[in-house]
């Protein structure tokens, strides 16, 4: 049955995906901003000369879509916010595809350390065209297409290499740290339906549900598989949300409607301290089952909104250890034609009020895992100590 089997692959270490909270937002009146702003006026005398200097003195052909495009680039990168960023048209469709869950690509969550820029592999999607050509979780890019990779930034190399025309091939070579070796691979484009969320019986009464991600298709999918549990007499459940970078807010907060009494999971505030929205809890159902959340340095965002309002609940103790601590929101504005920025604009707070941002959750129960362990995947259940910490753990209610 698809999504069935015990499913999963860490990366060791501070990792970033392209893991965010998305709203969209179409730009009208500029919001107030009582902060010191750029006086415009000097910067457009400025870049004129610039330009001009350009036109008279450069020695190469000038591409000026491409000078137009690093403008826009560079001046949301001036914000110092690595989550706010500008998309041209074709990096804004490639993204909407990919949190539709629909897309073109290799089959492969990668992310990357933000301290050397080294981007890894933190799972493949089974069955997938990664997976197919033998590429492996843990596994660090070298190179794609023949160049290098290895200080390239996460979104330009997604956008660059991860999305394509069906059928396309992209040339990787790989570093494994497994063994030290070398290794390379072709990989054949292909749709990509994602599968976010995986399960099975651990024993006759304890049911386990991975979530790697929260995406369109992760709500449904999610469904299904507590839906196929229960059925098969599930009476206590696992949930694991350890190197879920997070996703769409949205998605989080249905799949907590679908676990939770009907009520308040997340807020989120301005920096006036404003509250700009509310997530409740309405559609009256509940799955009231003995539970545990397992999470790790790794769980982000909307992973951490299902784990800290499973926590608020008393639906569950989290088990692991402390999270990311990502929280905060993204907007997206249209600029009129095609393109588009993100910009952090809120940050959201729990149930309780408690700012994950910076912070992340302590869990009930603190359990190391082995680093080498830590990038093995799959990790068989019996091996898995924070597992089997749950297991205990639900044992003794």
């Known amino acids: 049955m698809?999504?069935?089997?015990?499913?999963?692959?860490?990366?060791?270490?501070?990792?970033f995906l392209a893991a965010v909270f998305i709203v969209t937002t179409i730009s009208g009146s500029a919001a107030q901003n009582t902060g010191k702003t750029i006086d415009l006026y000097p910067v457009f005398d400025k870049m004129e000369r610039i330009q001009a200097l350009i036109d008279e003195h450069f020695y190469f052909g000038e591409d000026a879509e491409r000078e137009e495009y690093y403008i826009y680039q560079g001046m949301l990168a001036g914000l110092g916010d690595q989550y706010s960023y500008y998309m041209d048209t074709d990096e804004y469709a490639a993204y909407?595809?990919?949190?539709?869950?629909?897309?073109?690509?290799?089959?492969?969550?990668?992310?990357?350390?933000?301290?050397?820029?080294?981007?890894?592999?933190?799972?493949?999607?089974?069955?997938?065209?990664?997976?197919?050509?033998?590429?492996?979780?843990?596994d660090i890019f070298l190179e794609m297409d023949g160049s290098d990779v290895?200080?390239?930034?996460?979104?330009?190399?997604?956008?660059?290499?991860?999305?394509?025309?069906?059928g396309s091939e992209l040339s990787l070579k790989v570093l494994r740290p497994s063994d030290g070796k070398e290794y390379t691979f072709t990989v054949i484009r292909e749709p990509i339906v994602s599968q976010t969320v995986f399960y099975q019986m651990l024993d006759d009464e304890t049911g386990y549900i991975q979530i790697t991600a929260f995406e369109a298709e992760t709500v449904k999918q999610f469904k299904e598989a507590a839906d196929s549990l229960l059925a098969d007499g599930a009476r206590q459940l696992i949930y694991d949300v350890r190197g879920n970078m997070g996703g769409s807010l949205n998605s989080a907060v249905d799949i907590l409607d679908y676990i939770l009494p009907d009520g308040l999971i997340v807020y989120t505030a301005d920096k006036q301290g404003a509250t700009r929205s509310t997530y409740m809890g309405e559609d009256g159902h509940e799955i009231e089952v003995p539970s545990a959340v397992l999470v790790n340095e790794n769980s982000a965002s909307a992973a951490e909104v299902f784990a800290s309002a499973m926590r608020d609940y008393d639906w569950a103790e989290l088990v692991g250890t402390a999270t990311f601590g990502k929280g905060i929101v993204q907007e997206t504005f249209q600029l009129g034609d095609g393109s588009v920025i993100k910009l952090t604009t809120t940050a959201y707070f729990t149930k309780a009020g408690y700012p994950i941002q910076g912070n992340g959750l302590?869990?009930?129960i603190t359990v190391e895992m082995d680093p080498p362990r830590e990038r093995d995947a799959p990790l068989v259940p019996a091996e898995d100590v924070q597992l089997q910490a749950a297991l205990a753990a639900l044992q003794k209610k």
């Open 2 to 15: 698809a999504g069935r089997g015990y499913w999963k692959g860490f990366v060791s270490g501070v990792i």
């Open 96 to 138: 909407k595809r990919k949190m539709e869950g629909n897309y073109c690509g290799i089959g492969a969550t990668v992310a990357q350390d933000p301290a050397t820029l080294a981007t890894s592999v933190v799972t493949v999607e089974t069955g997938g065209p990664a997976e197919k050509a033998g590429v492996q979780a843990g």
């Open 150 to 166: 290895t200080q390239m930034e996460l979104n330009e190399l997604i956008e660059t290499y991860g999305i394509g025309p069906e």
């Open 362 to 364: 302590i869990p009930d």
